[in-house]
């Protein structure tokens, strides 16, 4: 497990008006990226539940960073994924139809659950594919 003193906080504290969330945050974070390696143990972390100071979660944002992958999502309004720097942690923002944020997670995964594919859409897509496969070749 990373403990949380390899994480460089991209900004200073606001001690007048910190919570004191920040590092406690990422302390679960860590604590869950362990718990999906050793138990392939899926964590989702709702920050809107959680009380922060103006400016604590862009310090969150900006101390996780961006990592390479992100998925753009268009089901009942706009839902952002993307993998931090940190390998399995993902940073998640839903959208309403109105494009008003809605919520924001940090799911540690390897693969944000909602951009899995359901078991019965893959039933259906192969369904879909043996038809045109019969229709085209056929045979199945």
Request: aromatic residues 8%.
């Amino acid at each position: 497990m990373i403990p949380t003193e390899h994480f460089k906080l991209n900004a200073e504290p606001n001690t007048d008006l910190d919570t004191g969330n920040l590092l406690p945050v990422l302390h679960q974070i860590c604590h869950a990226t362990d718990k999906l390696i050793q138990h392939n143990s899926e964590t989702l972390i709702d920050l809107n539940a959680m009380p922060f100071a103006p400016g604590e979660k862009e310090r969150l944002k900006a101390t996780l960073g961006r990592g390479e992958i992100s998925i753009q999502l268009n089901v009942l309004g706009r839902s952002e994924l993307y993998e931090t720097q940190y390998a399995g942690v993902w940073w998640i923002e839903h959208y309403n139809s109105n494009d008003n944020l809605m919520a924001q997670l940090i799911e540690i995964n390897w693969l944000p659950a909602i951009a899995r594919s359901q078991a019965e859409d893959v039933h259906a897509g192969l369904h879909k594919m043996k038809a045109f496969f019969i229709q085209h070749n056929g045979d199945d």
